[in-house]
């Protein structure tokens, strides 16, 4: 079956732009997760979704970061005002449940922030 | 704090050998681990996981052990292949519905 995509795959944008980045789960998943992947680092969480309510917050650097999720299933990251220090691979996951399982990832959404 | 870390940030082996990539984790609290293989431009793709309640876990072709006592984690690559050339993380759930990623390992196949 289909697995998570994410778009776009790529977004230059200049500093202080907002940029949306869409994560596209696996049908049926109901627990969603956003990462950010800097040059050559670990992955670094931002924000869980369970449902299309966002119990975990903690990860997000910023109040220029924002996500929602619809539907329980689309989810949208939102960066406002970005900075070149946003630029990073950002990646979404997705389970079948929340908790201690698997987790899915797709592609990622590489965005520089000139 | 929480933390995984891994003993080696690159390894090379020869084509045909086994490679062992190791990892530390820090929260005795952990109780799931897992094994994800990137390679370059793609996202993280699920190797092999485990749970606290084993210390033993095989997949095709790949291993992963648990040492609780000294909080240890490691994926064994039988026979390596071109293919096997990516970064590997491992990852804990220590809890609080998140898994926490180690830095990588840059696994290179040499001919």
């Known amino acids: 079956g289909a697995g998570v995509s994410q778009s776009p795959s790529n977004k230059v944008t200049e500093k202080g732009k907002d940029v949306e980045l869409r994560c596209d789960p696996i049908?049926?998943?109901?627990?969603l997760y956003w990462y950010r992947q800097s040059l050559g680092q670990g992955l670094e969480f931002l924000i869980y979704f369970q449902g299309n309510s966002a119990p975990d917050k903690s990860g997000l650097p910023s109040d220029r970061f924002s996500a929602e999720r619809t539907g329980g299933s689309v989810s949208t990251l939102t960066i406002q005002r970005t900075q070149q220090e946003d630029s990073a691979v950002y990646l979404c996951?997705?389970?079948?449940?929340?908790?201690?399982?698997?987790?899915?990832f797709g592609p990622g959404t590489r965005l520089t922030v000139t | 704090g929480e933390s995984v870390g891994l003993h080696l940030p690159t390894l090379s082996v020869q084509e045909g050998d086994n490679s062992i990539i190791n990892c530390a984790y820090s929260?005795?609290?952990?109780?799931?681990f897992i094994w994800y293989k990137q390679e370059s431009g793609k996202g993280p793709q699920f190797i092999i996981d485990i749970r606290s309640n084993m210390d033993k876990r095989q997949g095709q072709r790949v291993t992963v052990l648990l040492n609780k006592t000294v909080k240890h984690l490691s994926l064994q690559i039988a026979a390596t292949q071109p293919g096997d050339s990516a970064v590997y993380f491992c990852a804990e759930f220590p809890g609080a519905q998140k898994l926490v990623f180690g830095q990588g390992t840059r696994l290179t196949i040499n001919p």
């Open positions: 049908s049926g998943h109901t627990a």
């Open positions: 929260n005795s609290a952990s109780d799931y």
């Open positions: 996951a997705s389970s079948p449940r929340q908790g201690p399982y698997e987790q899915y």
